[in-house]
């Protein structure tokens, strides 16, 4: 069972910077099998989508709210991806998932993500 763990997390003042973790584990697949993707849930709101990357790392997407803030990146020799988030706003403030989808597609849809991690908390202080 694939097992995906976040790291990174923590309270920052705005316009600061965090730069969260995912390690991918007991995986039957090499990891450039999966496209990977970021997604946010604030309270009481539903699941949002961050950022995307394929397989390969060559293609990458962020949603318009993060575009030009937030970037994502993967090692495939480490198993791991990586959200740097850069001028933080109060706003950004939530839990951020993992995903992983074998299908090695990059999707927006949380649906389409096979697997996820446990969520690691990032707030963002005014």
């Known amino acids: 069972q694939v097992q995906l763990v976040e790291s990174g997390g923590g309270s920052v003042p705005a316009g600061g910077s965090l730069n969260l973790s995912c390690i991918c584990t007991r995986s039957g697949y090499s990891f450039i099998n999966y496209a990977m993707a970021w997604f946010r849930q604030a309270p009481a709101k539903g699941r949002e989508f961050v950022a995307n990357i394929a397989g390969t790392g060559m293609t990458t997407y962020q949603a318009n709210s993060v575009k030009g803030r937030f970037m994502i990146s993967r090692d495939n020799a480490k198993n791991t991806v990586y959200l740097q988030m850069n001028s933080l706003k109060p706003d950004d403030t939530a839990v951020y998932y993992c995903?992983?989808?074998?299908?090695?597609?990059?999707?927006?849809?949380?649906?389409?993500?096979?697997?996820w991690g446990q969520g690691t908390q990032v707030t963002v202080s005014s």
């Open positions: 995903a992983a989808n074998i299908n090695a597609i990059p999707s927006r849809v949380a649906k389409n993500y096979d697997y």
